[in-house]
């Protein structure tokens, strides 16, 4: 009787359908990317190749892509060139004042970027500031970088204003990196007669390319659509620190929209092939 | 010889309070103990992997509780290996060697030679990716005795592995200790293994050691 009865029971029992699960997560989802999308079509809308065309051939315009791609790049180098040691030492080691140190390096994240812009610019007035900007303003003319005349509302303040935010956000990527990496191969490289350095340089390090790649992308990405503290910091003078951001910025103050949507367009497919480029990349060398 | 001395050190979940033990030279020592008890603790403060909070661990008479496990040419087979992801398997094992700046010819014999005992000559070539567990582990086995240590400490080299592998790895083991005239310290939970290696045996039972030789049990 008690069996008869479990076997209806367990004939009775449906599992019930995932059409519902699958319908609310997949309309959710879709209803961001949508969004994306949609504010993507609407930009080609508004504007034209011919418009795209038309900015593309200003010198104004093209100074400030070349300057984004040169500063891009260079604040993403040195963001990456600053993360790795700072997430390799916050991943493998204990030390006093640890927590402290993790907050600080969050500041940039959470701090509103013109607080960032207004406390370099503040930064560079006190006398050591100063000291650094003349400084650099001699390294250049020995260079011969003779239109660099120092740091603050100079081409380096735009770079200096990228990676202090993107470096942040590097950080971040390589700790979690180096979190992901287990440390047991780097610990029987120094039985086996290696230091600190050789384990870092020969068994962590090459494992941690693909979260470099990701670090790099990252940080040129958020170096691109860096605008407050670059506007602040570095000003917005055409052919001089005017980068994409800045540009869209001045050509909407001056009422042009469709200046401003083109320049918007001519980033995001720099942003596009950047993206891909470094994708290809860390497919290509990062399979282990 | 490894002699320790009141080790004591704070692991999170238990402390090992002021162990000593001898491990004689030329043994095949096995160290037994439940699980989490700490016996891979020990096996990592004697590599100097893990600080210790007080006591002394001497090799061959010196006293190394302070040395860098680089300076203590000691060979240490972690669990699973731990072999090293983006490097080829003839570069692990020559990575002691070439830290040590071996002759390419001397590299190149040691090498060939390990490969033999070992039988891993045909995956040389290989990176670890792909490896069976038996295969990892005589892998870290060759890496470990490259540099042809005079210890070597295995902490459960063969607890992943199915049961055919682990019989051969250990007649692999017994072959080793022989051939390499290596002292060896090797931890573990399994009766069976310490039953066919053990010339020694060391017990760690709530944090106290008891020393046995074999046959005198």
Redesign the interface.
Known sequence: MKTSNRNTKQEAFKVKGDLPFFTVMVAIAASYIALIVAMLVADAGFTSFAEIRKTLADPNIRFSIWLSLISCTISAILSVWVAVPIGYLMSRFRFRGKALIDTILDIPIVLPPLVIGISLLVLFQTSAGRALDRGFHDLMQWLGFYSIRGITYEIPAVILAQFTVAAAFATRTMRVTFDQI?P??E?????????HA?AFS??AL??SFRGMTAAFTLAWARSLGEFGPILIFAGTTRMKTEVLSTSVYLEFSIGNIEGAVAVSMIMVALAMVVLLLTRLISFGKGA? | MIEARGLTMKVPGFTLDQVSFDVSDGSYTVLMGPTGCGKSSIL?AI???RRIHSGTIKLHGKDITRA???E?????V?QDG??????RLVEQIA??LQ??QWKADDQKNRINELAELLGIGHLLER?P?GLSGGERQRV?LG??L??RPRVLLLDEPLSALDEDTRERMIELLKTIHQREGVTALHVTHSRTEAQKLATHRLTLNDGVIAQTVEGQV
């Open positions: 287990d047991r191969p610990h029987v490289a120094r039985t086996l007669g290696a230091g050789k020969r068994v090459p494992q282990v | 990592e590599c100097g992997l860098t496990p680089g203590r040419g000691i060979g240490y972690p731990a072999l090293f992801p983006t490097m990575f002691a830290l040590r990176k990716i870290a890496r470990a490259a540099f």
